[in-house]
C-alpha cells in the first residue's frame, strides 16, 4: 500500500502565538506527529511511506529537519494558501499535487496541534477508508451534547431552541452524534485532485471513533497547558500513547 501523510503547519498563529514550534512534556508537537508515522512504519515495513511537510516557517523547517529517524519532503507553503480562511484540504490538495512523482492509494493528514494519537488510531482510520468508498475519512470522538435534545441555536423568530426539532426526553433516545477532532484525515487522491466544492462535509465521508481524550485541538494558552496534564496521566494508563512519547522522546535525543 502506497500512502501519503501529510502534515501542515503554517508560520504564525493569531489564537495561539507559535502554537507549532510548543514543546509538549519536553518534546514539540511535531514530533508526536512524526512518531506514529515512524510507528506505523516499523508495524507495516511493507508499506511504502512518504512524508510531506508542507509550511512557510522556516522554524518549522529546522525543528523537523533536526530528527533523522523519519525522512522528510519540504513542500514550501504557497502564500496564498497561508491565509487565516485558507481551508486546510486546500494545503493538503496542493500536497499531493506537488508530489507527481508519487501516486498514493491514500493521503493521510496528521494536525500538528492534535498529539494525543496512537498507531492503532492511524491504523483505524487507514482500515475504515479502505472498507468503502469514500472521498474521506476523519477521525471523531462521541459527542457529549446531542443537536437533537441539549444544544440550541437562536431560530429566526428570536427564541433559542434545539437545532435539530425533535420529541426525545433524554440524550439516549437521540441519535449518536459525533464531533471532528480534527486529529487524522484519510483523504481519497482521486477527490483531493477534482474540483470539489463546498467544505469537506459536504462529500461522502467515513468515521473512525478515536479515545476522548477531553482536548480536542490545542487553540490556546490553556488549551496547551491542560494538554500536557492529561497527557502525562493517559500515558501512564495507555501503553500505546506511552510508545509514541518514547519515540517522539528518541527523535528528541537524535536532534540534540
Same mark, same amino acid.
Given at each position: 500500500m502506497n500512502i501519503l501523510f501529510t502534515i501542515c503547519g503554517r508560520a504564525g498563529s493569531k489564537g495561539f502565538k507559535n502554537k507549532n514550534l510548543k514543546e509538549m512534556r519536553g518534546v514539540p508537537l511535531a514530533y508526536y506527529s512524526l512518531a506514529v508515522i515512524k510507528g506505523y512504519m516499523d508495524k507495516h515495513p511493507d508499506h511504502n511511506v512518504t512524508v510531506c511537510l508542507n509550511t512557510d516557517s522556516a522554524p518549522l523547517v529546522d525543528l523537523v529537519q533536526r530528527q533523522s529517524i523519519v525522512p522528510i519532503r519540504l513542500i514550501q507553503r504557497k502564500p496564498e494558501l497561508a491565509? %487565516? #480562511?485558507? +481551508? =486546510? &484540504? +486546500? &494545503?493538503? =490538495? %496542493?500536497?499531493?499535487? #506537488?508530489?507527481s512523482d508519487i501516486s498514493p492509494d491514500v493521503v493521510v493528514d496528521l494536525d500538528i496541534t492534535s498529539p494525543l494519537r496512537r498507531v492503532e488510531d492511524v491504523e483505524n482510520i487507514i482500515t475504515e477508508y479502505i472498507k468503502g468508498v469514500y472521498d474521506l475519512v476523519f477521525s471523531v470522538v462521541e459527542a457529549r451534547r446531542s443537536p437533537y435534545f441539549n444544544m440550541v441555536e437562536l431560530k429566526t423568530d428570536g427564541y433559542y431552541r434545539k437545532i435539530c426539532a425533535s420529541n426525545y426526553t433524554a440524550r439516549q433516545q437521540a441519535p449518536i452524534s459525533y464531533e471532528l477532532n480534527a486529529s487524522i484525515y484519510a483523504y481519497s487522491p482521486d477527490f483531493l485532485r477534482s474540483n470539489f466544492n463546498g467544505t469537506i462535509l459536504d462529500h461522502n465521508c467515513g468515521i473512525s471513533v478515536m479515545t476522548d481524550y477531553l482536548v480536542l485541538d490545542i487553540d490556546s494558552e490553556e488549551d496547551f497547558e491542560m494538554m500536557q496534564q492529561l497527557h502525562e496521566s493517559f500515558c501512564a494508563k495507555d501503553p500505546l500513547l506511552a510508545e509514541i512519547y518514547r519515540i517522539a522522546n528518541q527523535m528528541m535525543e537524535v536532534s540534540n
Open positions: 491565509g %487565516d #480562511s485558507v +481551508a =486546510k &484540504v +486546500a &494545503v493538503i =490538495k %496542493d500536497t499531493l499535487l #506537488s508530489c
